[in-house]
């Protein structure tokens, strides 16, 4: 004998691309049962990862299965206010062209209304004299009327076919939710292992696919007391075939499924060849070429590495605090239970925590690029803090918006660093004061001023970059520069300085390029 089990989500642990849902029951055994069906659950269900526990511990499972049904599934409740949404709307349309008849009704006795006058004159014995004045006001009365029922009749002419348009797609959509729909689901089954007599409490829980959850962040920067205010927010979406209402949601970054095979090595071979016999190919060749005609001078700059972790182009642009909860490297959040997360895909953003990080900020200057100087903000996640998971920043400076980043995976005690756009605060001005042309050198010197218009100090650190010969021929020296400064091997200078408020400095360099007189020197013309 089976009994159904009627059973409600009662908890909800969303994970990066999964959920673990939790369903309770209660039911009444008479002892005849040999199977309980827990039904109605959708297939995006992982069936291995199904958990049963009761209230009875000396109830024995002789196993657990499942089954695919075919339910046939009316949407009677939207189907019942679209009927009547749709009543609606053809009382209006009826109400509309009955106004429309009598529009036109009037406008046809204002029409005919002129001559009607003029030929109960003519039918007079005794005519009376023409009252020009009381014709040129019946002119008028008859134009103005006419004009605007016209008028009246075009408007309701439009809102009749607006309408009707309306019903036609209320019209389809009621045919289609007309249609009952084969719906595949799941259904659990228990069997027995002895008769029980007594009231069971189930719960049952299962890892269900097509759910997910990112977080998204607020990053606010008090530029006053140089503290960043971080909201943590999560974005909940779900389609699995289930509503979550009012339940028990959490969120946790742990993987659930991952880990379970070893990573392979595969063999690391190595080869060798003669010295003698290796020669440049054609490709190898032409590349140096091209490395030598994108030089610095002029062209498109080669990226040092002091570079690579810059934005250099400026970026375009509800809930309650969850309770947080920790297990070694993992993370839960005990998030509203107020949500209502249909199974439609739609995101839900709920808020996790707002916190406040101290944190050092510093220009970046790369005047040979643009005079325009970028500020960094660099924090450190504190070590009783979470784990700040990666996700989209969006970023403001003084409640005003300036666009958004990328947050990368932050654990308790690392720092991060984030560019928080162009900043105004800073005048930058590059200029060539020295060019020198010798048959074997060239000599070249740069002077860069910052300004500091803001009224307090500001941390500046200032990039420049030299070329870097790909001819063992060609040398470039760094011959001067002030403040000092060491040039690294790929040509890049870099001097970190401080600007006190309404402050201005001055960096100079000069270096040289030294070459055989029967060379021609690629990618340094200027």
Known sequence: MRKTVDTCICQVTVYEKQARITRRGVVQLTGKEQELVIGQLPVTLVEESIRVKSSRTTMGLLGVRTERTQSTKLENQELTKLTQKIGQLEEQKRQGQDLLTLLNLKRNFVKNLSSQYMERLTRTHNPEPLDLDKIKDLMAFVDQQYSDLSREIAQQDLDSRQLEKQLQILRAQQQQLATPLNQESLQIILTLESSIVSELELEVSYVIHQ???????????????????????????????????????????????????????????????EISSAKPTQKSSTMLLEQAITMPYPGTIITPEALTDLELEPRTLSGVNAEVSKQGSVVNFEVSNSLQIESD?????????????????????????????????????????????????????????????????????????????????????????????????????????????????????????LPVSLNQQIKVNLTHAEPQTQMSEKGVLQWSITLPPQAQQQLYYRFTVEYPPEFKVIGLDM
């Open 211 to 273: 759910a997910s959850w990112t977080p998204v962040y607020d990053l606010r920067l008090n530029a006053t007391n140089q503290n960043i205010q971080l909201s943590y927010s999560a974005q909940i979406k779900q389609s699995s075939g289930e509503h979550w209402q009012g339940v028990a949601l959490s969120l946790s970054n742990a993987k659930p499924g991952l880990g379970m095979t070893l990573p392979t090595l595969p063999p690391w071979y190595i080869d060798g060849q």
């Open 345 to 465: 895909n739609a995101i839900h953003t709920t808020k996790i925590f707002t916190q406040d990080y101290p944190c050092r900020t510093e220009y970046i200057v790369i005047a040979q690029l643009t005079n325009l100087a970028y500020l960094q903000a660099t924090f450190t996640n504190p070590l009783n803090r979470v784990t700040l998971l990666p996700g989209q920043v969006n970023i403001f400076r003084d409640q005003t918006f300036v666009g958004t980043a990328k947050l990368r995976k932050t654990s308790p005690g690392q720092e991060f660093t984030l560019n928080l756009g162009i900043d105004e605060g800073l005048k930058i001005e590059r200029n060539l004061v020295e060019r020198q042309v010798d048959e074997s050198q060239l000599t070249y010197a740069y002077c860069i001023v910052i300004t500091n218009l803001r009224d307090r100090p500001a941390e500046v650190r200032v990039i420049e970059q």
